[in-house]
C-alpha cells in the first residue's frame, strides 16, 4: 500500500510577502538539533514498526535552506521503497552543484523549485528574491547533475500582472522542459505582509482575472502536451507527484517536524508548532503530537468526495444527486464517466461551489439548491514558500 512521509524544513532566509506557512526567518541556530531531533523522531518510528515509504515530500519554509548532507542524514532515516519518489522543495537561490549532486546521492529524484513567476516586477510584488536567471540557472544545474523529474511552481493573480506577464511566466516555464507544472491562485491571508497591504487599502487579486488566468494556464500548458491530473496540477504522462496524489486519494502519511501534519490509522494529526518545542518533545522522549481528530464515517465520506473531485480520476457522486448531476453535466460543467463524475475546465473553475452543491443535493431528501450565489468562485488551492 502507498505510505508517505512528509518532513516539515521551517527555516527560511526571507518571508514572502503571501506566505501563512509554519515558518521562521530568525532559527538558523536551530538548523542542527532540529535536523537530529527529526532523525531521532525517524528512529524511534522504524523501531516501533514504520511502513517503507513509497514516497518522502520535503516541504517548508525552504528545505534547500539547510545544508544538503543534514537533508540527506534525514533521508537516509526513512526505510523506503525501492522506487520511492523523494521530493525536496528548492528555492532557486538556495541551489547549487554540489548540493544537488549530495541530493542525488542520497536519494533524492524530484524537485520542486518555488518560481511563481518569470517576471521581475511580479516576483518583486510577491517579495521574492530570485529572478528568471536563477530559475533558469537552478533548472540547467539539476539536469546536469542527473534529476529526470522537476515541477515548477507558479502563481497567478497577483495584483499588477496584466495577462502579458501570466503567459510570459508559463512560456518561459515551459521553455525549461520540466516535467510538471503546478499553478495556483494568489490568496490573501490576513496576518501576511500581503494581507496587512490589502488592509491598509492596497488592490486585492480579482476574481474574474484569476479565472482568465487559470483557463489560459489549462489551455497553454495542455497545448504543450502538460495534462491536467488535479485542479491546480499538470503533468507529462506518467510524471503526476505521486506524493500528492497520495493526499488527494485519502491515503497515510507520517508527519515529521514541527507543524507537519499526519493521517495514521484513520487518525489525522498534527505536531506542535514551532521548531524549538518540536526538538525539546523529542529531546524529553515525550511525543510531538499536539492535536488530532478522528472523522465520523459521514465527514469522511465528504472529504473523500471533495479530494476526489479535484483530481481528473473523478468521484462518484450519491445516487440522491443524479438529478443535480445531470443539471450540471448539461451545463458542460462536469462530464459522466462510467460512475465517476469528472469537473470540465469550466467546471474546474467553479469547484468549490460544485462540490458544494453535489454534497447538499446527495445528503438532503428535499429540492436541489439552486445555482452558485457566484459564478466564478475559483478553487483555489495552496502553496508552499
Not at 214 to 229: N, S
Not at 249 to 265: F, R, V
Not at 268 to 284: G, M, S
Not at 358 to 363: P, T
Request: aromatic share 6%; glycine share 8%.
Amino acid at each position: 500500500m502507498p505510505f508517505g512521509v512528509y518532513v516539515h524544513i521551517p527555516f527560511c532566509a526571507s518571508r514572502c510577502d503571501y506566505c501563512d506557512f509554519a515558518t521562521w526567518t530568525d532559527r538558523a541556530h536551530l538548523i542542527d538539533t532540529y535536523v537530529t531531533a527529526c532523525v531521532t523522531d525517524l528512529d524511534r518510528r522504524r523501531s516501533a514498526g514504520l511502513p517503507a515509504a513509497t514516497s518522502v515530500f520535503f516541504g517548508g519554509g525552504t528545505p534547500s535552506l539547510i545544508a544538503a548532507d543534514q537533508l540527506g542524514r534525514i533521508v537516509a532515516a526513512i526505510p523506503c521503497a525501492d522506487d520511492a519518489e523523494v521530493t525536496v522543495e528548492c528555492n532557486p537561490d538556495s541551489v547549487d552543484a554540489e548540493k544537488l549532486d549530495t541530493y542525488r546521492r542520497a536519494g533524492v529524484n524530484r524537485l520542486s523549485l518555488g518560481v511563481q513567476s518569470m517576471v521581475p516586477h511580479v516576483l518583486s510584488a510577491l517579495g521574492r528574491t530570485h529572478d528568471p536567471a536563477n530559475v533558469e540557472r537552478a533548472v540547467a544545474l539539476a539536469r546536469a547533475t542527473g534529476f529526470e523529474r522537476i515541477n515548477l511552481d507558479l502563481i497567478y493573480g497577483t495584483p499588477g500582472e496584466s495577462p502579458e506577464d501570466w503567459e510570459r511566466s508559463l512560456v518561459g516555464a515551459l521553455a525549461l522542459g520540466v516535467e510538471h507544472i503546478s499553478a495556483y491562485a494568489l490568496t490573501v491571508e490576513p496576518a501576511t505582509a500581503l494581507g496587512r497591504q490589502v488592509a491598509a487599502g492596497a488592490p486585492a487579486p480579482d476574481d474574474d482575472l484569476q479565472a482568465d488566468a487559470y483557463t489560459v494556464a489549462d489551455e497553454v500548458l495542455t497545448a504543450a502536451g502538460l495534462e491536467w491530473y488535479e485542479v491546480s496540477n499538470w503533468a507529462r504522462p506518467g510524471e503526476e507527484c505521486r506524493h500528492n496524489e497520495l493526499y488527494w486519494s485519502g491515503g497515510e502519511y507520517l508527519a515529521i517536524g514541527c507543524a507537519a501534519h499526519g493521517h495514521t490509522d484513520g487518525q489525522r494529526w498534527w505536531n506542535v508548532r514551532t521548531p524549538e518545542r518540536y526538538i525539546a518533545a523529542v529531546d524529553a522522549g515525550t511525543s510531538a503530537v499536539a492535536g488530532s481528530e478522528t472523522l465520523d464515517p459521514a465527514t469522511h465520506a465528504e472529504e473523500t468526495f471533495s479530494l476526489a473531485l479535484r483530481t481528473r480520476a473523478g468521484a462518484v457522486a450519491h445516487p440522491r444527486a443524479a438529478p443535480t448531476v445531470r443539471e450540471l453535466a448539461a451545463r458542460g460543467l462536469l462530464e459522466i464517466v462510467g460512475d465517476r463524475i469528472v469537473l470540465t475546465a469550466p467546471g474546474r473553475l467553479l469547484a468549490s461551489d460544485l462540490t458544494a452543491r453535489l454534497l447538499l443535493a446527495g445528503a438532503a431528501e428535499g429540492p436541489v439548491p439552486g445555482p452558485p450565489a457566484s459564478p466564478r468562485t475559483l478553487a483555489l488551492g495552496t502553496i508552499e514558500c
